[in-house]
């Protein structure tokens, strides 16, 4: 669902909306209404919708010094216009603002359709990305609980084994390792290995040498002029067909299709 907010000082054109308009066939919700750009902020604010429908002539704050304050203080709403003909060269404007989408009076609601269509798009695109970037962050903090945060002084020799394990991972991930070769390693047995790493990390040795390698991945996929295969022979993959599926199961994606998006994101920051 997609929570929406229309500020417009036209009482009839913005009941007209919230009450004849099918939102709920397009998976929207009106979360909140003003007749003008000043109450429009302190709600925008407090609801953080997911689209918000604007116009541009209005009293105290007009649409578009609303949608500058707004992207100033960091709004990831995506706005949607509503300029008569004479106001075009205002909307113009909004361009540098991120609004995309314009609605010029009168409009049909089949107009109002295809603009919410294409918003509902583009914060279907920024939740991906945002998906993206938490189970990157999540992975390295993964990392780093593994690493030492997890043990007190009395943690004794597990946590120093599994220190050491970690470490011997994370030098050592883009060669043909596993449990055995960290084993050998530790100079223990894979399974003791594999039941103390798993008591202190809450995950196995394979896991977390997967988790290390992907995040790996993702930095360098980033990077201008990467290539997945070589980028998979850099994290400990000879086999990039194997790396793409072990990618997708881990990020939800083809290394290909985080590329994309990351650089698409990075190019609008």
Not at 59 to 76: C, N, Q, W
Request: some cysteine; aromatic content about 10%.
């Amino acid at each position: 669902m997609y929570s929406v907010v229309i500020i417009e000082d036209s009482t009839l054109l913005r009941q007209g909306m919230i009450l004849t308009f099918d939102w709920h066939g397009l998976s929207c919700e009106v979360v909140g209404d003003a007749d003008n750009g000043l109450d429009g902020l302190s709600i925008i604010r407090e609801l953080k919708p997911d689209i918000v429908i604007t116009d541009i002539r209005m009293p105290a704050v007009d649409g578009l010094e609303m949608i500058e304050k707004l992207r100033e203080e960091g709004s990831k709403a995506f706005f949607i216009l509503i300029s008569a003909y004479n106001e075009f060269e205002f909307a113009q404007r909004a361009i540098r603002f991120g609004v995309t989408e314009f609605l010029v009076k009168p409009f049909a609601n089949a107009d109002l359709v295809r603009a919410l269509e294409c918003a509902a798009t583009q914060v279907e695109e920024q939740r991906r990305l945002e998906d993206l970037h938490d189970r990157v962050e999540r992975m390295e903090q993964d990392k780093l609980t593994a690493f030492g945060s997890y043990v007190p002084e009395e943690g004794g020799i597990k946590a120093k084994y599994v220190q050491m394990a970690v470490t011997y991972i994370e030098e050592n991930y883009a060669q043909n390792i596993g449990v055995s070769q960290v084993a050998d390693f530790l100079s223990m047995s894979e399974g003791h290995l594999s039941k103390v790493f798993k008591e202190v990390c809450g995950c196995t040795v394979g896991d977390y040498i997967i988790k290390h390698r992907v995040a790996e991945a993702c930095r360098r996929l980033v990077r201008v002029g990467a290539r997945v295969n070589e980028v998979a022979q850099e994290v400990g993959y000879n086999d990039q067909r194997y790396f793409s599926v072990v990618f997708k199961r881990t990020m939800g994606m083809t290394p290909h299709e985080f590329r994309s998006k990351y650089r698409t994101q990075e190019g609008k920051e």
